[in-house]
């Protein structure tokens, strides 16, 4: 008689995995048509407001990711905290929390930025690591790894913002960071 266990797969997080899934999808059908796919749909960039595309877009952003190193920073973080938060504050709080940050992050960029594309899910992966920091507060005490997080990453997207020149979006990490702060401490209600 065998008293060997069996273990079965278990879809633990299914928002989480869906949305690994749309972003890979997402670079694949990039890759396929030569970027055209993110112009279309998975980059946020100023457009006339008569396209319903451009409203698309607001949300789709999030999607598209510049190349395989760019989905891969984005999706571990992703996949790191996505289960432990979806088990945490349940699908529906953390569906808000992606579609509120696309729809800001996507607006803000449209407004300031029209001169570039926006693709990818940073703001999502800043609003996650903040409400992750979130996640350990108790009534009226405050975890001094929140503030850690506060410091260490909003406050190195600010220095980066004004002191470097690059491609990264350091403004929809901020964006991504508040959204994720206020989800958490509204949550905790």
């Known amino acids: 008689?065998?008293?060997?266990r069996r273990y079965k797969l278990v879809l633990n997080a299914p928002l989480t995995i869906t949305?690994?899934?749309i972003c890979v999808l997402a670079l694949v059908l990039s890759s396929v048509?030569?970027?055209k796919s993110d112009t279309l749909v998975f980059g946020v960039y100023r457009s006339s407001l008569s396209d319903p595309l451009t409203y698309v877009r607001f949300f789709c952003?999030?999607?598209g990711h510049v190349d395989i190193n760019h989905l891969i920073n984005n999706m571990l973080l992703i996949l790191i905290l996505g289960p432990m938060l979806e088990e945490r504050y349940g699908s529906s709080l953390l569906l808000l929390v992606i579609g509120v940050t696309a729809l800001l992050t996507g607006v803000v960029h449209f407004i300031f930025f029209p001169g570039q594309m926006l693709l990818?899910?940073?703001g999502v992966v800043f609003a996650y690591i903040v409400l992750a920091s979130v996640s350990g507060f108790r009534?009226?005490?405050i975890p001094i790894t929140f503030i850690i997080v506060a410091v260490v990453y909003l406050g190195q997207q600010i220095y980066q913002g004004l002191f470097d020149t690059d491609n990264i979006s350091q403004l929809t990490h901020i964006i991504g960071g508040v959204i994720g702060g206020i989800c958490g401490f509204r949550s905790r209600r």
């Open 1 to 4: 008689m065998s008293t060997a």
């Open 19 to 21: 949305f690994v899934a």
């Open 33 to 35: 048509t030569g970027g």
């Open 61 to 63: 952003h999030i999607f």
């Open 120 to 122: 990818g899910a940073s």
């Open 139 to 141: 009534q009226r005490e």
